[in-house]
Protein backbone atom coordinates (compact mmCIF):
# COMPACT_ATOMS: atom_id res chain seq x y z
CA UNK A 1 0.00 0.00 0.00
CA UNK A 2 1.64 3.42 -0.80
CA UNK A 3 2.22 5.45 2.23
CA UNK A 4 -0.08 8.11 1.52
CA UNK A 5 -2.85 5.80 1.34
CA UNK A 6 -1.61 4.51 4.84
CA UNK A 7 -1.26 7.95 6.00
CA UNK A 8 -4.91 8.50 5.11
CA UNK A 9 -6.45 5.73 6.93
CA UNK A 10 -4.32 6.11 10.22
CA UNK A 11 -5.34 9.62 9.88
CA UNK A 12 -9.05 9.00 10.00
CA UNK A 13 -9.09 5.71 11.57
CA UNK A 14 -10.99 6.54 14.37
CA UNK A 15 -13.43 8.28 12.89
CA UNK A 16 -13.71 5.26 9.75
CA UNK A 17 -14.21 2.91 12.83
CA UNK A 18 -16.64 4.52 14.61
CA UNK A 19 -18.87 4.54 11.11
CA UNK A 20 -18.18 1.36 9.76
CA UNK A 21 -20.26 -2.28 9.73
CA UNK A 22 -17.77 -4.09 8.07
CA UNK A 23 -19.18 -7.70 8.70
CA UNK A 24 -21.99 -7.14 6.24
CA UNK A 25 -20.53 -6.59 3.15
CA UNK A 26 -16.78 -4.97 3.14
CA UNK A 27 -15.21 -8.43 4.89
CA UNK A 28 -16.79 -10.49 2.02
CA UNK A 29 -15.69 -8.32 -0.40
CA UNK A 30 -12.07 -7.76 0.44
CA UNK A 31 -12.59 -11.46 0.49
CA UNK A 32 -13.59 -12.25 -2.64
CA UNK A 33 -10.93 -9.90 -4.20
CA UNK A 34 -8.49 -11.83 -2.36
CA UNK A 35 -7.65 -9.22 -0.07
CA UNK A 36 -8.35 -11.12 3.19
CA UNK A 37 -7.44 -14.49 3.87
CA UNK A 38 -9.38 -16.91 6.41
CA UNK A 39 -7.37 -16.26 8.88
CA UNK A 40 -7.93 -12.84 8.82
CA UNK A 41 -11.52 -13.05 8.31
CA UNK A 42 -11.95 -14.96 11.19
CA UNK A 43 -9.91 -12.60 13.42
CA UNK A 44 -11.99 -9.91 12.28
CA UNK A 45 -14.99 -11.50 12.57
CA UNK A 46 -14.05 -12.48 16.39
CA UNK A 47 -13.57 -8.72 17.73
CA UNK A 48 -16.95 -8.36 19.98
CA UNK A 49 -17.61 -4.92 19.07
CA UNK A 50 -18.03 -3.59 15.36
CA UNK A 51 -15.91 -0.48 16.09
CA UNK A 52 -13.30 -3.37 17.32
CA UNK A 53 -13.74 -5.26 13.88
CA UNK A 54 -13.34 -2.14 11.49
CA UNK A 55 -10.13 -1.46 14.08
CA UNK A 56 -9.26 -4.98 13.44
CA UNK A 57 -9.63 -4.57 9.48
CA UNK A 58 -7.74 -1.10 9.19
CA UNK A 59 -5.11 -2.62 11.53
CA UNK A 60 -4.36 -5.26 8.76
CA UNK A 61 -5.07 -3.31 5.22
CA UNK A 62 -1.71 -1.69 5.09
CA UNK A 63 -0.27 -5.06 5.38
CA UNK A 64 -2.08 -6.61 2.21
CA UNK A 65 -0.77 -5.25 -0.75
CA UNK A 66 -0.64 -2.38 -3.79
CA UNK A 67 -4.59 -3.46 -4.37
CA UNK A 68 -5.64 -3.37 -0.91
CA UNK A 69 -6.29 0.63 -0.71
CA UNK A 70 -8.60 0.75 -3.91
CA UNK A 71 -10.21 -2.92 -3.42
CA UNK A 72 -11.35 -1.46 0.03
CA UNK A 73 -12.85 2.06 -1.32
CA UNK A 74 -14.46 -0.53 -3.71
CA UNK A 75 -15.97 -2.13 -0.96
CA UNK A 76 -17.80 1.26 0.61
CA UNK A 77 -20.26 1.70 -1.23
CA UNK A 78 -22.86 1.62 1.36
CA UNK A 79 -20.45 4.07 3.12
CA UNK A 80 -19.76 6.67 0.25
CA UNK A 81 -19.49 9.29 2.49
CA UNK A 82 -16.63 7.75 3.82
CA UNK A 83 -14.83 6.71 0.41
CA UNK A 84 -16.13 10.65 -0.78
CA UNK A 85 -13.59 11.90 2.75
CA UNK A 86 -10.85 9.41 2.00
CA UNK A 87 -10.83 10.65 -1.64
CA UNK A 88 -10.96 14.53 -0.89
CA UNK A 89 -8.22 13.68 1.19
CA UNK A 90 -5.78 12.32 -1.19
CA UNK A 91 -6.79 14.83 -3.88
CA UNK A 92 -6.23 18.02 -1.10
CA UNK A 93 -3.45 16.61 0.89
CA UNK A 94 -3.15 18.96 4.44
CA UNK A 95 -0.80 22.16 4.31
CA UNK A 96 0.24 23.43 7.57
CA UNK A 97 -2.17 23.40 10.15
CA UNK A 98 -2.65 27.14 11.73
CA UNK A 99 -5.35 26.09 14.00
CA UNK A 100 -2.81 23.85 16.53
CA UNK A 101 -0.05 24.21 15.52
CA UNK A 102 2.76 23.22 17.98
CA UNK A 103 5.98 25.20 18.48
CA UNK A 104 8.11 22.38 19.25
CA UNK A 105 11.63 21.78 17.46
CA UNK A 106 12.32 19.19 15.05
CA UNK A 107 15.17 17.94 17.30
CA UNK A 108 12.34 17.55 20.20
CA UNK A 109 9.94 15.88 17.44
CA UNK A 110 12.58 13.63 16.09
CA UNK A 111 13.79 12.32 19.75
CA UNK A 112 12.34 9.13 21.60
CA UNK A 113 10.10 10.38 24.78
CA UNK A 114 11.95 9.33 28.29
CA UNK A 115 10.12 7.71 30.68
CA UNK A 116 9.36 10.30 32.64
CA UNK A 117 7.77 12.65 29.68
CA UNK A 118 5.52 9.34 28.75
CA UNK A 119 4.47 9.47 32.78
CA UNK A 120 3.80 12.90 32.59
CA UNK A 121 1.74 12.10 29.38
CA UNK A 122 -0.20 9.32 30.34
CA UNK A 123 -1.43 11.51 33.44
CA UNK A 124 -2.57 14.42 31.27
CA UNK A 125 -4.77 11.99 29.17
CA UNK A 126 -8.45 11.83 29.79
CA UNK A 127 -10.93 9.22 28.32
CA UNK A 128 -8.99 9.58 25.16
CA UNK A 129 -5.86 7.27 25.94
CA UNK A 130 -7.15 4.09 24.27
CA UNK A 131 -7.58 5.48 21.01
CA UNK A 132 -4.37 7.09 21.24
CA UNK A 133 -2.92 3.76 22.13
CA UNK A 134 -4.65 2.06 19.27
CA UNK A 135 -3.83 4.48 16.81
CA UNK A 136 0.18 3.99 17.84
CA UNK A 137 -0.54 0.47 17.05
CA UNK A 138 -1.23 -1.34 19.90
CA UNK A 139 -3.68 -3.89 19.84
CA UNK A 140 -6.64 -4.54 21.40
CA UNK A 141 -5.68 -7.58 23.38
CA UNK A 142 -2.70 -5.36 24.55
CA UNK A 143 -4.96 -2.79 25.48
CA UNK A 144 -6.60 -5.24 27.70
CA UNK A 145 -3.41 -6.42 28.92
CA UNK A 146 -2.69 -2.81 30.22
CA UNK A 147 -5.89 -2.68 32.03
CA UNK A 148 -5.97 -5.70 33.49
CA UNK A 149 -2.82 -5.53 35.00
CA UNK A 150 -3.32 -1.66 36.05
CA UNK A 151 -7.27 -2.33 37.28
CA UNK A 152 -7.03 -0.23 40.04
CA UNK A 153 -4.19 2.64 38.10
CA UNK A 154 -5.53 4.68 34.62
CA UNK A 155 -2.28 6.39 34.66
CA UNK A 156 -0.35 3.00 35.28
CA UNK A 157 -2.11 1.16 32.37
CA UNK A 158 -1.77 4.24 29.83
CA UNK A 159 2.11 4.77 30.98
CA UNK A 160 2.59 0.43 30.40
CA UNK A 161 0.95 0.85 26.87
CA UNK A 162 3.60 4.09 25.98
CA UNK A 163 6.27 2.55 27.14
CA UNK A 164 5.46 -0.88 25.07
CA UNK A 165 5.24 1.28 22.20
CA UNK A 166 8.53 3.05 22.42
CA UNK A 167 9.85 -0.50 22.77
CA UNK A 168 8.24 -2.25 19.99
CA UNK A 169 8.72 0.87 17.79
CA UNK A 170 12.22 1.93 18.74
CA UNK A 171 14.16 4.78 17.02
CA UNK A 172 10.55 5.04 14.91
CA UNK A 173 8.21 5.96 18.52
CA UNK A 174 9.56 9.72 18.16
CA UNK A 175 7.50 12.67 19.73
CA UNK A 176 6.06 13.38 15.77
CA UNK A 177 4.49 10.00 15.75
CA UNK A 178 2.81 10.69 19.74
CA UNK A 179 1.37 14.16 18.33
CA UNK A 180 0.31 12.38 15.27
CA UNK A 181 -2.10 9.71 17.25
CA UNK A 182 -2.83 12.65 19.67
CA UNK A 183 -4.85 14.90 16.89
CA UNK A 184 -5.89 11.48 15.40
CA UNK A 185 -7.75 10.86 19.03
CA UNK A 186 -8.71 14.96 19.22
CA UNK A 187 -6.29 15.44 21.74
CA UNK A 188 -5.01 19.23 21.72
CA UNK A 189 -1.48 18.93 20.96
CA UNK A 190 -0.66 21.58 23.70
CA UNK A 191 -1.19 18.65 26.07
CA UNK A 192 2.09 17.18 24.64
CA UNK A 193 3.43 20.63 24.31
CA UNK A 194 2.99 20.94 28.31
CA UNK A 195 4.81 17.70 28.70
CA UNK A 196 7.73 18.48 26.65
CA UNK A 197 8.81 22.01 27.62
Known amino acids: ?115 RELSRLASRLGAEWEAVLMDLGLSAEALFRCRADHSLSTHGAVLAGLVQWRRSEGKTATVCRLLESLRAADVHPSVLESVLM
Do not use: C
Open 1 to 115: MDPEHKAVLRKHRLEVSGQLLVSDSIVPFLYQEDILTDAQVEDIESQRTDRQKSLKLLDLLPSRGPRAFSAFLRSLHDFGWIRDRLLLELQNPPGPQTTDVVRLPDSLLRKVPSD
